[in-house]
């Protein structure tokens, strides 16, 4: 019994070994994100009472922070509800990475006169 728990044993520190030694390396080997693009945009088109808003943003804030592939959020007014734009401005409020386009704002968003995100 005791040699099934020694391998045991010996084969969970093998893995946690292994782990602690593939975090200490995996940046090395990480290709380093691009860093002030500027015009690299992640567009959410905002619908609804905007459920699901806030894991949405939460995700891609995180994700253009650690991957550094985009500098903005978009939440683009596709036919929000009272509610709903209540919600997308508090998280366009609360990040400096998130910008809301109102219905307003749309057509310019083509020619690139949507605001830019605080520095």
């Known amino acids: 019994m005791h040699l099934w728990q020694d391998g045991l044993l010996a084969l969970l520190a093998a893995i946690g070994l292994s782990s602690l030694l593939w975090a200490a390396v995996r940046p090395l080997f990480r290709e380093r994100p691009l860093r002030g693009r500027g015009e690299a945009l992640a567009l959410v088109p905002a619908r609804g009472d905007g459920t699901g808003l806030e894991e949405t943003v939460r995700y891609l804030t995180a994700l253009g922070r650690e991957e550094g592939c985009f500098d903005a959020i978009l939440l683009a007014d596709c036919g929000l509800t009272e509610e709903g734009?209540?919600?997308?401005?508090?998280?366009?409020?609360?990040?400096?990475m998130v910008i809301f386009c109102g219905r307003e704002d749309l057509p310019g968003l083509l020619e690139g006169r949507c605001p830019s995100p605080d520095p």
Request: aromatic share 0%.
């Open 85 to 96: 734009r209540r919600a997308a401005e508090l998280l366009a409020r609360d990040s400096r």
